[in-house]
T-cell receptor, first 113, second 114 residues
């Protein structure tokens, strides 16, 4: 059974700092790993999707990596801004499960001006 | 292109009542999935519909049900509401619900059960 864990649960950094969010999963037979952002009381916005055959994906200041052998994914945010403050969730999709997403508990990020 | 829409956005019910939530996917998307988000359990998969058929189901009691219409709009119903059903209910849509597709989420319906 796939389990997804995110540590830390909360993180506070000063503006401009580079940071890394961690996501680990127990079943390496994942199909893909997706990172989402959630603002308070809102829905989820997809940030990056990494297929199991890929090692990383980049979008602007965001870079996500995937290491299936170690069961880990990281989301790197460069030059953080107060607008990056949100909860970041990772979600795994297993083979033959269609679009069913298995989520971690999220990391609540606060970027202080 | 309009995003995923959910109605209503907020709902207050009392224990024992039933509730119906609605989700309209992005135009052209035929797969709709539902998730429950609570502070204690996080985001949990409820079920997925494709072409009016339930294709996948999570570990929730039978009080939680859903359906999908021919225009891909989906509804979920919760009967005999319990306090623990208070949550943010999110739906997501994708073209066909295949593993490689990005899922797009709606803003959610916040349900409070008193």
């Amino acid at each position: 059974k796939q389990e997804v864990t995110q540590i830390p649960a909360a993180l506070s950094v000063p503006e401009g700092e580079n940071l890394v969010l961690n996501c680990s999963f127990t079943d390496s037979a994942i199909y893909n790993l997706q990172w989402f952002r959630q603002d308070p009381g809102k829905g989820l916005t997809s940030l990056l999707l990494i297929q199991s055959s890929q090692r990383e994906q980049t979008s602007g200041r965001l870079n996500a990596s995937l290491d299936k052998s170690s069961g880990r994914s990281t989301l790197y945010i460069a030059a953080s801004q107060p607008g990056d403050s949100a909860t970041y969730l990772c979600a795994a999709t297993n083979y033959n499960q269609g679009g069913k997403l298995i989520f971690g508990q999220g990391t609540e990020l606060s970027v202080k001006p | 292109k309009a995003g995923v829409t959910q109605t209503p956005r907020y709902l207050i019910k009392t224990r024992g009542q039933q509730v119906t939530l609605s989700c309209s996917p992005i135009s052209g998307h035929r797969s709709v999935s539902w998730y429950q988000q609570t502070p204690g359990q996080g985001l949990q998969f409820l079920f997925e519909y494709f072409s009016e058929t339930q294709r996948n189901k999570g570990n929730f009691p039978g009080r939680f049900s859903g359906r999908q219409f021919s225009n891909s709009r989906s509804e979920m119903n919760v009967s005999t509401l319990e306090l623990g059903d208070s949550a943010l209910y999110l739906c997501a849509s994708s073209l066909t619900g295949e593993e490689q597709e990005t899922q797009y989420f709606g803003p959610g319906t916040r349900l409070l059960v008193l």
